[in-house]
């Protein structure tokens, strides 16, 4: 039979425990829950009555939060105007029906402007008006068994890149191995074990002498790292929401930060503020609120149960970065347990994006997305040949070509740079990064060709190499003219640093092929597939849906008007159905040859042509015999039975 469980306290360190929040307080933690949804976003909110507003200089927002806030509202239990009771009442699905029942009748007298007046100045009409909301009971959370606190350190002591004690890090974890044992509870209340406040009154049976050591190394990591975290926090904050870090005037001393929590933990707190969009927030005594995760409708059933400055218990879910995540701690509500009536969950903690987030594989990773199925590429990767053209090498181009251009504008002007540079004449406060980059047309011949213009900032080139690299030719180009030889520039700076990075480009392809050679063979010892599961999506159609978008199709295209055959099939299905539609002989058969047959027997015949007009170009040319235009037959003229002959013979 289930029985109520009886809650210890969760046990802070001395000195550590959280202090009671003011109504003030709380209010302005309230008052501060952003209006933005994190993963989605929120419909704007209906109209409040002006008649029953409060008259103050709040905004309209502020005061329907704090409203909320105050008298534990929903948006959606607001009080109705009386044009949309009206409308309630008296409309179904959109169709006018007779006005009998009481309720709509009232609506409708209450359109008029004077009955309205005289109700609304009743005594009491706001207290009816809000009094018909009907209040289910209050849940009743039970267990199997009590549930026990514990006070166990965390399992992920210490922080990254925090160095302890080995000996006492040691000991600090053998609790864990304890901590997996049952607890007798009958046994712990008749040893005395009841609420304790501090950890000095704690019975001496119980074994804290770890988590006082681990208490000891808390301690010294919040005074070393204190100061760090509240800067990093105005660094990326500039604004306090709840769930974020508390600094300033709401950071106090005695609050616990990050790593003394840990998942699984369950601790006594206080909601403090909830948002329609978000969730609950519920303050535990750390920097950071806890977040439970509650979403839209679902405030409909939870609206009751869950309000600000109730106490509750909660188990912390997940730890996560602060840096990365909107709220760092998630948490579930253990009493009361609303668990049954929560529908919509959020697929994915809430994240930043932030402008250097460019890496969106990264992004993924850390935020605990599914990566986007890549698209199998058309060839396999090992018969590729090995890449050798590094991206850098087109900017070292484009350097090394602005550099010349500029000696050889000096070596013009040797008067205008006698006693200065081309750089120092040069304002670098007007280069536009954003039109880096021009693309124009540009007059050749008879025609117009594409032309890029690339703006190169002075600052990027380096100058003084490319003077004493010029110098030093020319000093050659003098030797070799005095002893009577042509010298020829074999490779400039700027050449040698490309093929520098063009051989790097290629050791790093070289060995990609090789590790994934190693990987092909290594996994075909084993048994194992060749492309690894999941890294490919291999029907797109399945991914993606039958029309998802893809830049490459021509469906796709702005001036797309349609094709006139299946556009799912493939050139190879379109070409085999041209083929076996063609017409032979009477047009009466169709060509049953399959489409390979038809293609071998095709390169036959343009291999045999091939050859055929190779043999004609090889053959000598025969020579060309008189003719002097008369196409005249002898034999005809000789005949006497021709028209142009009988007049002779007769004669």
Known sequence: MATTATFLHLLSPPGLRPKPILRTRLRRIALSVSSSAPDEI??????????????????????????????????????????????????????????????SLEAFRMLTPAYREKVESEPGYLERLFSMRETPEPLETAWACQLPLRLVPPRDWPPPGWEVDQDELAFIREAHRAASERVDMEAAAAAGVTNVEKVEDAPQDLALERYKVFLKQYKEWVETNRDRLEEESYKFDQDYYPGRRKRGKDYREDMLELPFFYPGQICHGKVISIHLHQGAFVDIGGVHDGWVPIKGNDWYWIRHHVKPGMKVYVEILAKRDPYRFRFPLEMRLVYPNIDHLIFNRFDFPPIFHRKEDTNEEQLWREGGRPPIPRKKPLEDMETEPLVSDHPFVETLWEWHNAEQMILDHEDDNPDKFRDTTYESTVDTSSFDEGNRVQYTEAPYKDSMLKKKVVNVNIKELDMEAARAERKEIKKLMEEAHERGEEYKVDKFRRNKEMDEYDLLQWRRSYEEREALLRDICCRKALGLPVEEPGRYDVDETVVYGKDYYDESKPMYRYDYWGEPRNTEKTKLERDVERHNQQIIGDAKKWCETSYEDYVRKKMRME?????????????????????????????????????????????
């Open 42 to 103: 929120p419909a704007d909110d209906p109209p409040v009555i002006p008649s029953i507003l409060i008259k103050n200089n709040e905004p309209e927002d502020v005061a329907r939060r704090r409203s909320w806030v105050e008298h534990g509202w929903a948006p959606w239990e607001e009080a109705m105007s009386p044009e949309v009771a009206f409308a309630r009442h008296s409309l179904n699905e959109g169709e006018e029906v007779p006005l009998t029942s009481p309720e």
């Open 607 to 651: 291999a045999a042509e091939a050859r055929e007009r190779r043999r004609k170009a090889e053959e000598p040319p025969e020579e060309e015999e008189f003719d002097d235009g008369m196409d005249l037959d002898f034999e005809k003229m000789n005949d006497p039975r021709a028209p142009h002959n009988r007049y002779y013979i007769t004669k």
